[in-house]
């Protein structure tokens, strides 16, 4: 599979009970397919952390994204929640879920803040998050 925002090549990485599709040395996006998101764990979302904060390169914002799993399906940009805040992409014929770099923080920051009743998946990630900040790894993630 090919990243939908730099075209690298998608590597599988496990983390926790789940396989996901990641840009490892690219972009640093990861790809969650239909309903994974909703089953990450903290201890999945911890696994991953440490690609989330690290892409080697960008990919643009501005250009159509296609999903890696449907041949020739555009990806949509949405909006995260009703605040607004964070856009991901998303496959209206999947469901699968596209998070850039850097968006997993900004979820995590806007989940902080939050009023609202959030998703399962994005509470995990949050843990997942204050667990990291508590205890820096200096080890690379295996990919």
Same mark, same amino acid.
């Given at each position: 599979?090919?990243?939908?925002?730099?075209?690298?090549?998608?590597?599988?990485?496990?983390?926790?009970?789940?396989?996901?599709?990641?840009? !490892?040395?690219?972009?640093?996006?990861?790809?969650?397919?239909?309903?994974?998101?909703?089953?990450?764990?903290?201890?999945?979302?911890?696994?991953?952390?440490?690609?989330?904060?690290?892409?080697?390169?960008?990919?643009?914002?501005?250009?159509?994204?296609?999903?890696?799993?449907?041949?020739?399906?555009?990806?949509?940009?949405?909006?995260?929640?009703?605040?607004?805040?964070?856009?991901?992409?998303?496959?209206?014929?999947?469901?699968?879920?596209?998070?850039?770099?850097?968006?997993?923080?900004?979820? !995590?920051?806007?989940?902080?803040?939050?009023?609202?009743?959030?998703?399962?998946?994005?509470?995990?990630?949050?843990?997942?998050?204050?667990?990291?900040?508590?205890?820096?790894?200096?080890?690379?993630?295996?990919?």
């Amino acid at each position: 599979m090919k990243c939908p925002a730099c075209k690298n090549p998608l590597r599988e990485k496990g983390a926790g009970e789940m396989t996901l599709d990641i840009c !490892y040395g690219g972009c640093g996006g990861i790809w969650f397919d239909g309903t994974e998101l909703q089953r990450v764990t903290a201890r999945a979302a911890t696994t991953l952390h440490s690609i989330w904060q690290a892409p080697v390169s960008n990919g643009k914002l501005t250009d159509p994204r296609m999903c890696p799993r449907c041949p020739e399906q555009v990806l949509e940009r949405k909006w995260f929640s009703d605040s607004k805040q964070v856009e991901i992409d998303q496959c209206p014929k999947c469901g699968g879920i596209w998070l850039d770099a850097g968006e997993f923080s900004r979820i !995590y920051d806007e989940i902080k803040g939050a009023k609202v009743t959030t998703p399962i998946w994005a509470v995990a990630m949050a843990e997942a998050a204050n667990i990291v900040k508590a205890e820096p790894s200096d080890t690379p993630p295996n990919v």
